[in-house]
């Protein structure tokens, strides 16, 4: 009963109406009037598409170029050194093994470069040179980002705003420039217009070109190259005065990053999309506006939660109190961990 199933799969949520559910249903248990509820659309789990659909017919209807896959061969091998210096550094690990100390020679240390540990960001899949300044740092790629360097047509229509023409249009700009060097060289392409590049980064279309990455480093007071490491961001929230965990939930309530939590805590965010929504759909009934933020004592305990359409902070608290500041703090992280996790187009490595 649901026509676009797949079209609505590819944009990441199906939904279908009062009606069509009454289609499906025998007469007998339907009033009449949910046959014109065509206006009321009713969001389905995945589990429950994948389940009516069936895997296999999944499978048949999801295109090949939709499953990403890497070329090994043509990746850089970060640990590769020139064959010329292959003696010297032979020479120098057996030294080391004698407990000798090595000579020093500025030729071969003017020749050899070791990369400090900080080179390669916490929780990024690949790293770039340091004369590609001008590159976004290559993230990591969570579900729902889209990378614009190596995105098919099909995978760049999962982007709001992004059709067919311009997913065309984008891949042609990124063939003549060999890549994409910066997310803002998307409002040089034809039919991007300040409102269309909000919709495909989730950011607005600044003259400033300000990303929006820079917000979340600056709150939790880290380099923007590490706000994908998650286990990061939560050890940087849990030392934060009058806290002492934190946990990064998906609104499936699966745990994505905690620290200083015990099981009570995990076994909270897995039911917290379930509690959000519900209490929710008790909000509308009185006609409450939306909610922010959540702050519940469990055992003597406050855990504070703010939760979006994709992923759920759940913040515990050590003191009896929390403050407005707190709140707002949470609030702001939450907004943009949301950003972060949501379907978004990025500029990551080109291979």
């Known amino acids: ?27 007998d248990y339907v009033n009449e009037k ?50 010329e210096l292959l003696p010297l550094l032979i020479q120098k690990t057996t030294r080391i093994k004698k407990k ?9 240390q003017s020749k050899i470069e070791v990369a400090p540990d900080e080179s390669r960001p916490s929780g990024a899949t690949s790293w770039f040179r340091k004369d590609d300044s001008d590159l976004e740092m290559a ?48 409002a040089q392409i034809t039919g991007v217009d ?42 940087r929230l849990s030392k934060k005065p009058g806290f002492s965990g934190c946990v990064i939930s998906d609104m499936d309530g699966l745990v994505l990053a905690q620290r200083g939590v015990d099981e009570l805590g995990e076994g909270l965010c ?7 929504q519900r209490i929710r759909e008790d909000m509308e009934l009185v006609g409450a506006g939306q909610i922010g933020t959540i ?18 902070l759940t913040a515990v608290h050590a003191e009896d109190h929390v403050s407005q500041t707190d709140l707002s703090f949470i609030r702001k992280v939450a907004k943009e961990l949301a950003w972060l996790l949501s379907m978004r187009a990025y500029v990551g490595p080109n291979v």
Do not use: C, W
């Open 1 to 27: 009963n649901v026509p676009d199933v797949f079209a609505q799969l590819r944009r990441g949520k199906v939904t279908v109406s009062v009606a069509q559910l009454a289609k499906a249903m025998p007469d």
């Open 34 to 83: 949910a046959f014109a509820g065509t206006e009321v659309l009713i969001p389905l789990s995945l589990a429950l598409v994948v389940t009516g659909i069936g895997i296999e017919a999944l499978k048949q209807q999801t295109p090949v170029k939709m499953v990403r896959e890497f070329d090994i061969s043509r990746m850089a091998d970060p640990f590769k050194e020139p064959d």
């Open 100 to 108: 000798t100390r090595p000579k020093k020679d500025d030729t071969i």
């Open 139 to 186: 993230y990591r790629e969570f579900p729902g980002n889209i990378n614009l360097n190596v995105a098919t047509v099909e995978e760049l229509q999962m982007l709001k705003g992004v059709d067919a023409e311009l997913a065309e249009a984008i891949i042609a700009y990124r063939d003549k420039q060999k890549g994409f060097k910066t997310i803002f060289e998307l």
């Open 194 to 235: 300040d409102n269309r590049f909000r919709k495909i980064t989730g950011m607005p279309a600044s003259g400033k070109k300000y990303h929006r990455r820079k917000r979340l480093a600056g709150l939790l007071k880290i380099s923007p190259e590490q706000i994908t490491d998650l286990n990061l961001v939560v050890s």
């Open 270 to 276: 897995a039911v917290v999309p379930r509690m959000i």
């Open 295 to 312: 702050t519940m004592a469990i055992d003597g305990v406050l855990y504070t939660i703010s939760a979006s359409e994709n992923v759920a």
